[in-house]
């Protein structure tokens, strides 16, 4: 069986071991689209995407258009003839693109669809406190995150992890899934199953606002928060004027010993209160630093006891 003709579709590093793991399997790649080459790292140097570096240690081609809803595009594509089209971590796809291969086109997302659809899965499974996730394919559909399920695979979200801990696993999960999605189809065993709407939750694109950290929770949620959106973009708050980014923390105790965002420094443990229980941070970055423990921040910072966050 001669394998299907794929144009894979992503841009960041979470999709780089689907594509990877592609190349590593029997699976033609005959292109990869990706996003536009962009001013990357602290010195803001013009530099290609993650999945554009990794197509072109391969020699694939690669395609970077500006917009997916010109008909030089679709045109472009149908020129490669593609049996299939993989979509992961990219742009939403118009109907006259994802319609094109014979076979259809699917996207891995990573969540257990139909919960959390939308930009930022990953970081709201931890924000809302989820004991699990996973990743599901799913063939494209005009509606975003919609379309007919074709495999999902779960994993537990420890009490340790973070969105970046939790990115890294799901984006090898994801690759296996992709895998095991092109060779069902490829074979036609691909059983699918449609999404029930009633269990569809979102997972809209974390903006800065959602971002800064309201103390009068409880420590428990301030803490999710705070490993939901670390590393990036990092939660924050704010004292004497200046931006705290926060990375990690742990609930010290379930006392209330003050208002909301009062610090309490012992030793060398930062705490602050929240509703009904302290937490500890571990740590931190102050707006124009790197990122250090709490040890480091307090030996150059000028924090109180009595201060406040918020």
């Known amino acids: 069986m001669i394998p299907p003709r794929i144009v894979f579709m992503g841009t960041p590093e979470f999709a780089v071991p689907s594509l990877e793991a592609l190349l590593r399997s029997d699976s033609q790649v005959a292109a990869v689209v990706t996003g536009a080459d962009k001013p990357r790292g602290r010195g803001r140097e013009v530099s290609p995407t993650p999945v554009k570096s990794a197509a072109l240690k391969r020699g694939l081609p690669v395609l970077q258009p500006e917009s997916l809803t010109e008909p030089a595009f679709a045109a472009a594509l149908r020129d490669i003839a593609p049996d299939l089209i993989v979509v992961v971590a990219f742009r939403i796809l118009p109907p006259p693109v994802f319609s094109i291969p014979r076979l259809g086109s699917f996207n891995l997302h990573a969540s257990l669809l139909p919960r959390y659809r939308g930009a930022a899965p990953i970081n709201w499974a931890i924000i809302n406190g989820d004991t699990e996730t996973g990743a599901t394919t799913f063939f494209l559909e005009e509606r975003v995150d919609t379309g007919t399920m074709i495999l999902q695979a779960k994993t537990p979200i420890s009490p340790e992890d973070d969105a970046g801990s939790l990115h890294d696993r799901l984006s090898c999960l994801g690759a296996d899934l992709v895998v095991e999605t092109v060779r069902r189809i490829e074979q036609g065993s691909a059983n699918t199953s449609p999404q029930d709407p009633a269990l569809a939750t979102g997972a809209p694109k974390i903006r800065k606002e959602d971002c800064r ?47 909301s965002g009062t610090v309490s420094i012992e030793g060398e443990s930062l705490l602050v209160q929240c509703a009904g229980g302290r937490l500890r941070l571990t740590e931190l970055q102050l707006e124009g630093r790197k990122r250090m423990t709490t040890a480091e921040f307090l030996r150059g910072y000028p924090l109180r006891d009595g201060d406040t966050f918020g």
Do not use: Y
């Not at 420590?219 to 928060?225: C, E, H, M």
């Not at 670390?230 to 200046?242: N, Y």
């Not at 990375?247 to 208002?259: A, I, K, L, P």
């Open 213 to 259: 950290v309201v103390w009068d929770r409880p420590p428990d949620r301030v803490r999710n928060l705070i490993r939901g959106l670390s590393p990036h973009p990092a939660a924050w708050t704010m004292h004497d004027g200046r931006v705290v980014k926060l990375f990690c923390s742990n609930v010290h105790d379930q006392e209330q010993r003050g208002m």
